[in-house]
C-alpha cells in the first residue's frame, strides 16, 4: 500500500472516530479515552487529540438559542462529558461576584435578600455549583446586617418604574427625617437609584408653591427621597411630557452627586495629600487632576448637591479646599 493511501485510510478513520464521540457525547453519553483507544485500536493520545479537536469546533461555533456546548472531564465518573453552558445564565465567578456585592449593599430586610439570592443561585448556577456558591456567602449571609428601616421596597420600586417608563405622575405621602411631619407631594418621577446602601427616587416637584420652600427653585434641578421613606404610594393617570431634549440622564446625574443629597451643580477645587488618589477619582467621576505638586495633586470636579461637603469633611487633613 503507497503512503497516500495509507493518509487517506487514517484519515477515514480519525474522521470515523471523530464523528462517533462527537454524536456520543450530544446524546449524553460518557466516553473513556482507555475504551475508544482499545475500541478503534489507537493510543489514548489520539483520542485526546479527537477530543481536543471537538472541543476547538465547539469553541468556534456557538450552538444556536443562546448555549454552548463543552466536553469536559468528569472525575467522579472517570469520562469526558457534554457540558451545556447557557450564555443567558451568570458564569459561576459572575454569581460569586454578584452575591458578594448584593450582600455588601445591604440593600434590603434579610429574608427578602435570602431569598433573591436563592433565586438567583438556582436560576443561574449549575447544580454542582450551586452549594459551593451558596458555602462562600454563608457566613456573611449569617452575619448580614439588614438595613435599620426593615421595609422590603420591591414593589415601590418596580411602580416608580413603571411611573417613569409611562412619564405619569406620582403621588406620594413621604416621611422625611425622624420626628418630622408626614408630607404629600405631586411629582414628576425621572429615576430610580442606589446609593449607600438605600433606593431613592429622583424627582421633579410638580408644585410652585411648594417649590419656593426649596434652596433650588426651578426645575433644573430635582429632588431626592428615600424609597423606604415613602408611607403611600399611588401611580396617577395624569401624564406629563419631557422634551428628548431635556430628558433627565440618571447617568451624568450619578457622576456629580454624593451621598444623595440634593442642591445646585456646583464646581469644587481642592488639594489632596493622602495616599490613593485613585480612590479620590473613583469617588468623584467627574474629578480631573490639575496639577501635581509636592506633596499631592489638585483636583477640581463638578459636583451636585451639599453632599460633597460632607465627603471633604470625612477626607480629614488630607484635603484642603482652595
Given at each position: 500500500m503507497n503512503t497516500e493511501n495509507k493518509k487517506d485510510i487514517q484519515n477515514t478513520d480519525k474522521i470515523e472516530r471523530v464523528?462517533?464521540?462527537?454524536?456520543?457525547?450530544?446524546?449524553?453519553?460518557?466516553?473513556?479515552?482507555?475504551?475508544?483507544?482499545?475500541?478503534?485500536?489507537?493510543?489514548?493520545?489520539?483520542?485526546?487529540?479527537?477530543?481536543?479537536d471537538i472541543r476547538?469546533?465547539?469553541?468556534?461555533?456557538?450552538i444556536q438559542e443562546g448555549y454552548q456546548h463543552s466536553v469536559i472531564y468528569d472525575r467522579e465518573r472517570k469520562g469526558y462529558r457534554l457540558e451545556k453552558?447557557?450564555?443567558?445564565?451568570?458564569?459561576?465567578?459572575?454569581?460569586?461576584?454578584?452575591?458578594?456585592?448584593?450582600?455588601d449593599s445591604r440593600a434590603f430586610p434579610k429574608d427578602e435578600m435570602q431569598n433573591l439570592l436563592k433565586k438567583i443561585i438556582m436560576c443561574s448556577a449549575p447544580a454542582d455549583s450551586q452549594?459551593?456558591?451558596?458555602?462562600?456567602?454563608?457566613?456573611?449571609?449569617?452575619?448580614?446586617?439588614?438595613?435599620?428601616?426593615?421595609?422590603d421596597v420591591t414593589d415601590n420600586l418596580w411602580e416608580i418604574g413603571q411611573a417613569i417608563h409611562n412619564n405619569q405622575y406620582i403621588e406620594i405621602k413621604y416621611q422625611g427625617i425622624q420626628g418630622s411631619t408626614v408630607k404629600t407631594r405631586k411629582l414628576k418621577p425621572l429615576a430610580i437609584m442606589?446609593?449607600?446602601?438605600?433606593?431613592?427616587?429622583?424627582?421633579?416637584?410638580?408644585?410652585?408653591?411648594?417649590?419656593?420652600?426649596?434652596?433650588?427653585?426651578?426645575?433644573?434641578?430635582?429632588?431626592?427621597?428615600?424609597?423606604d421613606r415613602l408611607q403611600e404610594l399611588k401611580v396617577l393617570d395624569e401624564k406629563f411630557y419631557v422634551p428628548?431634549?431635556?430628558?433627565?440622564?440618571?447617568?451624568?446625574?450619578r457622576?456629580?452627586?454624593?451621598?444623595?443629597?440634593?442642591g445646585k451643580l456646583r464646581r469644587v477645587k481642592f488639594k489632596y495629600t493622602g495616599y490613593s488618589v485613585e480612590a479620590v477619582l473613583d469617588r468623584l467621576p467627574t474629578a480631573q487632576i490639575q496639577e501635581k505638586t509636592e506633596d499631592g495633586y489638585i483636583i477640581t470636579a463638578e459636583v451636585f448637591g451639599d453632599g460633597i461637603d460632607?465627603?471633604?469633611?470625612?477626607?480629614?487633613?488630607?484635603i484642603e479646599i482652595l
Open positions: 464523528l462517533y464521540i462527537y454524536s456520543k457525547i450530544m446524546d449524553g453519553g460518557l466516553v473513556s479515552k482507555s475504551e475508544l483507544a482499545e475500541q478503534f485500536g489507537v493510543n489514548e493520545r489520539s483520542i485526546q487529540r479527537d477530543i481536543d476547538n469546533y465547539m469553541q468556534d461555533n456557538l453552558i447557557s450564555l443567558l445564565k451568570l458564569t459561576n465567578s459572575e454569581l460569586l461576584a454578584l452575591s458578594k456585592i448584593l450582600l452549594k459551593m456558591i451558596k458555602e462562600q456567602i454563608a457566613n456573611e449571609m449569617f452575619h448580614y446586617v439588614e438595613p435599620r428601616h426593615g421595609v442606589f446609593s449607600e446602601y438605600y433606593f431613592y427616587l429622583v424627582a421633579f416637584i410638580d408644585s410652585e408653591k411648594v417649590r419656593e420652600n426649596f434652596s433650588v427653585l426651578n426645575d433644573a434641578f430635582p429632588t431626592i427621597y428615600r424609597i428628548y431634549k431635556d430628558r433627565f440622564e440618571e447617568g451624568e446625574f457622576k456629580r452627586i454624593q451621598f444623595m443629597y440634593g460632607m465627603w471633604l469633611r470625612s477626607q480629614g487633613n488630607t
